[in-house]
C-alpha cells in the first residue's frame, strides 16, 4: 500500500504509531458493540441497565475520529474530488496538490490548538460530566487531544515532504504521492490488502506422504 510519507525511520514510527492506535480503536468498538448489547438486552429482559454506555461511546467516537484523520491520512484514503484535476498540467496539477497538503497540515493544526484549550478549560474549571458517572472532561477529552496530536505530526511531516519535493522541481513525484489515487492504486490496495489476510491465516495441513515400503510394498 503506497503512503504519502518518506522513506525513513521517522516515517515508520509515525506509522507504526497510527496502525497501532487504530489497531486499539478497532478492539475497543468491538467491546463497545458487545457491552451495549448486554446493555439493550438487560434493559428488555432483565430489567437492568448499565450506567453510562451512551456516554462513553459518545467518548470513544470523538476519539477513534481523531485517530481515524491520522490513519486515513497515512494510507492516502481521504476523499478527494478529482474530476477536474486530471485535466490541468503536470506543474498546476503539482502546485494543486501541495496546497491541499498544505491546507490540511493547518487544519490539523488548528485542530490541535483548539483541542488544548478545551482541555485547559476543563482542567482549570474542574469540569465533570453532568451524568451518572460525573466523569472528569479531561479524561476523554485529553484522549480526543492524543489523536488530533497524531494527525498533525503526520501532516506536518507529509507537508515538509511535499514541499521539499516541490521545490526540487519534482513535479511528478508530488502529483504521485499526494494526488488522488487512481483506480489501479486502489484496486492494489485492496488486493494487497486480501492477499497479506491469506498470508495471516492458517493454511490447511497437507496429508503425509507415506512411502510405499512403509506398506510394505516393495518396488
Not at 438487560?42 to 481515524?68: M, N, P, W
Not at 511531516?157 to 526540487?168: G, I
Request: net charge neutral; charged share 15%.
Amino acid at each position: 500500500m503506497k503512503t504519502l510519507l518518506p522513506l525513513g525511520r521517522t516515517s515508520r514510527a509515525l506509522a507504526g504509531l497510527t496502525d497501532a492506535a487504530a489497531l486499539a480503536c478497532g478492539w475497543w468498538l468491538i467491546a463497545l458493540s458487545a457491552i451495549t448489547c448486554v446493555e439493550m438486552l438487560g434493559r428488555k429482559l432483565l430489567g437492568f441497565s448499565l450506567q453510562g454506555v451512551d456516554e462513553i461511546g459518545s467518548y470513544t467516537y470523538a476519539i477513534v475520529g481523531s485517530i481515524g484523520f491520522a490513519h486515513t491520512l497515512v494510507s492516502r484514503s481521504h476523499t478527494r474530488v478529482d474530476f477536474l484535476l486530471s485535466r490541468f498540467p503536470v506543474k498546476v496539477r503539482s502546485a494543486l496538490n501541495l496546497l491541499a497538503m498544505l491546507s490540511l497540515t493547518a487544519f490539523a493544526v488548528l485542530s490541535v490548538w483548539r483541542a488544548l484549550n478545551v482541555v485547559l478549560e476543563s482542567i482549570d474549571l474542574r469540569a465533570t460530566a453532568s451524568t451518572p458517572l460525573a466523569t472528569p472532561m479531561w479524561i476523554p477529552q485529553a484522549l480526543w487531544l492524543t489523536g488530533y496530536v497524531l494527525f498533525a505530526l503526520v501532516a506536518v511531516w507529509a507537508a515538509l515532504h511535499a514541499l521539499k519535493l516541490f521545490l526540487r522541481g519534482k513535479h511528478e513525484l508530488v502529483n504521485d504521492g499526494f494526488g488522488p489515487q487512481t483506480l489501479e492504486e486502489e484496486i492494489e490496495a485492496e488486493t494487497e490488502l486480501h492477499m497479506r489476510r491469506d498470508e495471516a491465516a492458517p493454511s490447511p495441513k497437507q496429508p503425509a506422504r507415506v512411502e510405499p515400503a512403509q506398506l510394505g510394498v516393495h518396488a
